[in-house]
C-alpha cells in the first residue's frame, strides 16, 4: 500500500459539546480510521462510542501505540499536558482554542512539535468561514475594525472568560488582517452570570494606525457574529453567521467625479468545521504546515492576555470607586 493510500489513526480526547462533532467530522472522511475516543466522564465516553461504533478508552495514554494524530477537546485549563503528552510520543495534535491558558505552556507546545517535526494545529474555526476566505488578499491597509460576537449564554460547561472563549475568534481573524504590531489596548467588561467577565470590549491600537474595536458577550439575547473593515477605497460588511459580504467601494466617475457602488457577494455555506478537521488530516499526511499553527494559536493568546491585564487594571479602578464590588 502507498502512502497516500495509508490509513490515517486518529483519536479525539473530549467528546463533549465539540468533541462529539470532532468524531462525526473525522468518520466522515476517507482514509481515516478513529482508532479510539476518550474522556474522564466514562458515562458519556461509553455513550459516545457504543452510539458511533468506537472504542471507549478511559486513560488517554492508552492511545500512544494506536494513533498517528489526534485531536484535543478538553477544557483549556488541560490542553497542555495532554497535547504535550502525545506530541512527546511522536503524535501530531489539533488542539482547540485558545491553544493554551498562558504563554509558557503555548511556547512549549509549539517547541515541543517543532522539535520533533510534528504538526500542531489550533481550531481557529473562523479561519474556514467562507466569507473570510473569500476575501483573502483584498484588504489593504484596513484603518477601522469594528466586530461584535454576541450570543445567549452557552449551552455548554464554561471553564474561561468570555475573552479566550468567543473574542479570541475575532482577534485571530484581526491579527490576520492587520499586519502590524499593537501599540496599546484598552478594555472594559464585567462578569454577570459566572465569576469571570462575560461581557468585555477592547480597543487595539496598531502602529500602523489602524484601531480595532471589539465586543464580545455570552449574555446577549440574541447572536451577532460580525466585523465591518473601513479602509481608504471601501467599507466591508461580513456577517460570519450568515456567511455573507456587503462591500461598499468607491470608484472614479471622471468627469461625473466619484461615486459608491454597493455589492452583495453570497456565499456558498460550507461545513466549516468540517473544512478545518479535513486541512489537519491533510497536513498529516503530506506533512505540510497547518493552516493555523501553533505560533498563529499564541499570536492570539499573546493579544488575549494582554486585554485581561488592561481588563483587570479598569476592573481595579471601579472596585476602588464603589462602583463594581470585589
Do not use: W
Not at 17 to 40: M, S
Request: charged letters at 25%; a negative charge; hydrophobic letters at 40%.
Amino acid at each position: 500500500m502507498g502512502e497516500i493510500d495509508k490509513k490515517i489513526r486518529i483519536g479525539v480526547i473530549g467528546v463533549g459539546y465539540l468533541g462529539k462533532y470532532h468524531l462525526e467530522k473525522y468518520l466522515g472522511i476517507e482514509g481515516v480510521e478513529v482508532a479510539g475516543v476518550c474522556d474522564t466522564n466514562e458515562q458519556i465516553g461509553m455513550k459516545i462510542g457504543a452510539d458511533y461504533g468506537v472504542p471507549y478508552i478511559l486513560d488517554y495514554r492508552r492511545l500512544f501505540d494506536m494513533v498517528d494524530a489526534v485531536s484535543v477537546v478538553v477544557p483549556t485549563v488541560h490542553h497542555h499536558q495532554v497535547a504535550v503528552d502525545f506530541l512527546n510520543a511522536g503524535i501530531d495534535v489539533f488542539v482547540e482554542k485558545p491553544i493554551t491558558t498562558n504563554l509558557i505552556e503555548a511556547q512549549s507546545l509549539i517547541d515541543t512539535a517543532e522539535s520533533r517535526g510534528l504538526i500542531l494545529q489550533v481550531g481557529h474555526l473562523e479561519r474556514f468561514n467562507p466569507a473570510v476566505l473569500a476575501l483573502e488578499g483584498t484588504m489593504r491597509e484596513p484603518m477601522f475594525i469594528e466586530s461584535h460576537r454576541l450570543s445567549p449564554f452557552p449551552d455548554r460547561s464554561v471553564d474561561i472568560d468570555v475573552i479566550l472563549d468567543l473574542m479570541i475568534h475575532d482577534i485571530d481573524i484581526i491579527l490576520n488582517i492587520v499586519k502590524s504590531p499593537i501599540s496599546h489596548i484598552d478594555a472594559v467588561g464585567v462578569p454577570i452570570i459566572t465569576s469571570q467577565v462575560d461581557i468585555v470590549n477592547a480597543r487595539l491600537n496598531f502602529e500602523s494606525g489602524c484601531v480595532a474595536n471589539v465586543t464580545a458577550s455570552r449574555v446577549s439575547a440574541e447572536k451577532m457574529r460580525k466585523i465591518r473593515i473601513f479602509q481608504s477605497d471601501a467599507y466591508i460588511s461580513i456577517d460570519y453567521a450568515a456567511q455573507k459580504i456587503t462591500v461598499y467601494k468607491r470608484v472614479d466617475g471622471g468627469n461625473d467625479g466619484i461615486s459608491i457602488i454597493r455589492q452583495d457577494i453570497e456565499i456558498s455555506h460550507s461545513d466549516y468545521l468540517g473544512d478545518e478537521i479535513k486541512s489537519f488530516v491533510d497536513a498529516v499526511r503530506t506533512r505540510n504546515n497547518p493552516s493555523v499553527t501553533g505560533r498563529d494559536g499564541k499570536r492570539a493568546l499573546e493579544v488575549a492576555m494582554m486585554i485581561k491585564e488592561r481588563l483587570e487594571e479598569s476592573m481595579t479602578r471601579l472596585r476602588e470607586r464603589g462602583i463594581l464590588t470585589p
